[in-house]
């Protein structure tokens, strides 16, 4: 190789380098690219969109704070595109949970839609309201999961059983206190039929069903009492808010129902009883029926849709999904018609092609993103063992005057049974400098001011609970007066004796907190290792003169950070 070919070889990375920088350098202001990892550009506007709201997190002058943010940025993408090298994105589990991500997302948009947060709450509102709860009341409740068993539950009030006996044998244990008594309950507390009858119902009858998105219930008004509040004035954006959120609700479950009907919901008949006896056999340690069988049997159906038992049986196995009481025929037939709910939701979502709206593109990218960096993260620390006692007792001797243990306290102290005495001598020992005798002398020379030397720990009541505080004041610092069996007692600490604690005798909880710390350190250790690696096999190019370009958000800002975004700690 010649002298020139030799020097142009050498160049090569360099001028690569350069092509690279110019190419960055060209875009417009909005994509102007702050850095490059493989194929990836991050651009002025991303980093722009991560900063706000979040300068908090980098409190460092804005050129350093700008510096940090990119270099947090640029990891997050090379962890990325480790996952994806990995295959970590393509596995069965990374599928499934892929899957229901987009289930959720889907979900979450159609919500959105059904039950808009942002609804209007005027002032007339808030202030009926307000005045609402000027009253509260103490109610008891019998809950019942569908109307028939409700009824019932009113039949046998009827027939003559206590109002608590019948609460507890139909309310579910766990989720209405016993006898179905809620005690003082203030109206906005309850669902809007509930809120209502709180006010209205006749004392010491029984009103209902009540029918709600929850269920049905029958409610007994015990008593009513007037309630002080706070004025308007001081309650007025949280009374808005609480009416936003109700409001919310309401739309939300209204919206549900309303699909329920247009798609004709139906859970067929039979079917609880049907789930019923094959949970019981597997619970009892049986085989399940045939696959066959389980996709033939329709628990629920709806225009386009069907939920069979294998599918029941499946979601009863899911961690994510709530579990019915097994035991209560009512309760499967809720909870076979919520599962209908869920898929008649998720069909409607596509069906308004949520999933195409920007919005929840970018919502499912950054949570899916932040599932991949987790398990990147998780993977490059897994080696990372808990420390030794050795390590932790090693560590503790760097922070051990953090942990001291009052020996001794050199006290003066004055008591009298007149409160007067007591607070004249306070407010001369307040001018600052001077010492308790001092002030003694000036407010009231023939009170005696008492000099005390206390070993801790001490079995004197009068001392026994003051080592705390003690361990706290700095000498010559006064407390009190406050009431003592001696009288109105002023204490002032003259000097004490503190040592550190050995490690042998620390509580438990400190060591375990010293065990965790340096955990998370060697974790991060372990994490930087990792990321340099990364980026001496990535080599990430940065354009450091457009980052200088680029504003740093003032702290006041308030627009929150992607989902996703944050790398894993």
């Known amino acids: 190789m010649t002298h020139k070919s030799a020097r142009a070889a050498a160049l090569a990375p360099c001028l690569a ?24 550009t991050i651009t002025a506007e991303e980093f722009e969109r991560a900063a706000q709201g979040n300068a908090l997190q980098y409190p460092a002058e804005p ?21 994806r090298d990995h295959g970590s994105d393509s596995s069965t589990y990374a599928r499934a949970h892929r ?132 004025g308007f004035e001081e309650q007025s954006s949280s009374l808005s808010e609480i009416i936003r959120q109700r409001k919310n609700r309401q739309a939300l479950a209204n919206g549900v129902s309303g699909l329920k009907q247009a798609y004709h919901l139906a859970v067929s008949t039979g079917a609880p009883q049907q789930l019923f006896r094959v949970i019981g056999g597997l619970v009892q340690g049986g085989s399940p029926p045939p696959a066959s069988e389980l996709k033939a049997n329709v ?21 994510d999904r709530p579990k019915p009481q097994a ?44 599932y991949l960096l987790e398990g990147e993260y998780a993977a490059a620390t897994i080696h990372v063992g808990n420390p030794s006692p050795a390590e932790v007792a090693a560590a503790y001797e760097q922070v051990k005057s953090q942990f001291t243990v009052l020996q001794q306290a050199n006290v003066v102290w ?24 001092e002030a003694v002398a000036m407010a009231d020379p023939s009170m005696t001011a008492h000099e005390e030397s206390i070993t801790f720990p001490s079995t004197d009541p009068r001392w026994a609970s003051m080592q705390t505080r003690f361990s706290r004041m700095q000498p010559n ?65 940065p354009v450091p003169e457009n980052l200088a370009r680029v504003r740093w958000p003032s702290a006041g800002a308030t627009t929150a950070l992607p989902p996703g975004l944050s790398l894993p700690q």
Request: hydrophobic share 40%; aromatic share 6%.
């Open 63 to 83: 050129n350093t704070a700008k510096a940090m943010l990119l270099e947090d940025l640029v990891r997050r993408e090379m962890m990325l595109r480790a996952s």
């Open 327 to 370: 035991s209560n025929v009512s309760a499967l037939a809720t909870w076979i018609e919520g599962q209908g709910t869920l898929r008649i939701a998720l069909a409607e979502a596509k069906r308004r092609h949520l999933g195409e709206d920007v919005d929840v593109a970018r919502r499912l990218r950054n949570e899916w993103e932040q």
């Open 477 to 541: 610092e006064f407390t009190g007066p406050e009431p003592s069996a001696d009288g109105w007692r002023i204490v002032q600490l003259i000097d004490k004796k503190q040592e550190s604690m050995p490690f042998e005798k620390l509580p438990e909880q400190v060591k375990q907190s010293l065990t965790s710390r340096l955990y998370e350190m060697a974790r991060e250790k372990a994490f930087n290792a990792y990321a340099d690696s990364l980026k001496a096999v990535m080599k990430p190019i």
């Open 99 to 230: 899957a229901d991500l987009e289930e959720r997302t889907l979900l979450q948009a159609l919500y959105d839609q059904l039950g808009p947060r942002d609804v209007a709450v005027s002032e007339g509102e808030a202030r009926a309201f307000w005045a609402m709860r000027n009253t509260e009341a103490d109610a008891s409740i019998i809950y019942a999961i569908d109307g028939n068993t409700a009824r019932g539950a009113l039949g046998m009030l009827s027939a003559g059983m206590p109002f608590e006996t019948v609460a507890d044998q139909i309310n579910s244990p766990g989720v209405v206190p016993p006898g179905g008594r809620l005690g003082p309950v203030t109206p906005g507390s309850l669902l809007p039929p509930l809120d209502a009858a709180l006010l209205s119902q006749p004392l010491g009858q029984v009103g209902g069903p009540y029918e709600t998105p929850q269920g049905w219930f029958l409610m007994r008004v015990n008593n009513r009492r007037p309630r002080r509040q706070a």
């Open 299 to 319: 628990l629920a159906t709806w225009d386009g849709g069907k939920y069979t038992l294998d599918q029941a049986i499946a979601d009863l196995q899911r961690s």
């Open 17 to 40: 380098f350069l092509a690279v920088v110019a190419v960055l350098a060209g875009c417009s202001p909005g994509s102007a690219p702050l850095a490059k990892v493989g194929d990836k």
């Open 414 to 437: 004055i008591a009298d049974a007149d409160s007067a005495k007591a607070f004249a001598v306070a407010r001369h020992a307040g001018h600052g400098g001077g010492t308790l005798k």
